[in-house]
Nanobody, 124 residues
Framework: EVQLVESGGGLVQAGGSLRLSCAAS????????IGWFRQAPGKEREGVSC????????YYADSVKGRFTISSDNAKNTVYLQMNSLKPEDTAVYYC?????????????????WGQGTQVTVSS
């Protein structure tokens, strides 16, 4: 059974930090790119970041570049999203997704698997 399980969301003040985790199971991790998306109420889903498990290449949306860092622990089949200098506009449900063979130069175009999401709330 394929699973992507996010954790690490919560409530934080503006300027604070959170680290999201995405634990993957049920598929060959090294063959997939893993990405983070977010969706705020009333807004379209946004591709935030992604990483290729095979070569470690990464992508960041302009809105998070310089503040968020994505990393992968292939031994644990886990991807992390370190979020620093958080802003109220970062408030959203954050979803982890996986796509076979995708490159990390852009948001994952068509994920094969999705996690259930974790809420991130940044207070001003």
């Amino acid at each position: 059974e394929v699973q992507l399980v996010e954790s690490g969301g919560g409530l934080v003040q503006a300027g604070g930090s959170l680290r999201l985790s995405c634990a993957a199971s049920g598929f060959t991790f090294d063959d997939y790119a893993i990405g983070w998306f977010r969706q705020a109420p009333g807004k379209e889903r946004e591709g935030v970041s992604c990483i290729s498990s095979s070569d470690g290449s990464t992508y960041y949306a302009d809105s998070v570049k310089g503040r968020f860092t994505i990393s992968s622990d292939n031994a644990k089949n886990t991807v992390y999203l370190q979020m620093n200098s958080l802003k109220p506009e970062d408030t959203a449900v954050y979803y982890c997704a996986a796509e076979w063979g995708a490159k990390a130069g852009a948001p994952l175009p068509s994920p094969d698997y999705w996690g259930q999401g974790t809420q991130v709330t940044v207070s001003s």
